[in-house]
């Protein structure tokens, strides 16, 4: 099994910066893809910022050039920096993983961590 877990989100003030940080644990063979989603009340669950393995990125078009993914592949750990808030970010940010654990390939998730843009 996987686990992963997130933390770095808390209130912060529009215009205000906060990072994410989700390390993988467990019995990991290997992971390709890493990313970070998003749900706001009301709305459904959405792509926020995606790494692969090599270090190729892929960002919703709402975030693109204020937030930044990284990922550490000897420590399982994927980051999310995220710059120039708004309370439009405000929503649960949850870790997922495209791992392979045993012999199976398979998608996991972190609990989520709130993230409140208000001032």
């Known amino acids: 099994q996987v686990q992963l877990v997130e933390s770095g989100g808390g209130l912060v003030q529009p215009g205000g910066s906060l990072r994410l940080s989700c390390a993988a644990s467990?019995?990991?063979?290997?992971?390709?893809?890493m990313g970070w989603y998003r749900q706001a009340p009301g709305n459904e669950r959405e792509l926020v910022a995606l790494?692969?393995?090599?270090?190729?990125?892929n960002y919703a078009a709402s975030v693109k050039g204020r937030f930044t993914i990284s990922r550490d592949n000897a420590e399982n750990t994927v980051y999310l920096q995220m710059n120039s808030l708004n309370p439009e970010d405000t929503a649960v940010y949850y870790c997922?993983?495209?791992?392979?654990?045993?012999?199976?390939?398979?998608?996991?998730w972190g609990q989520g961590t709130q993230v409140t843009v208000s001032s």
């Open positions: 467990g019995s990991i063979f290997s992971i390709n893809a």
């Open positions: 790494i692969t393995s090599g270090g190729t990125t």
């Open positions: 997922n993983a495209d791992a392979l654990a045993g012999a199976v390939w398979y998608d996991y």
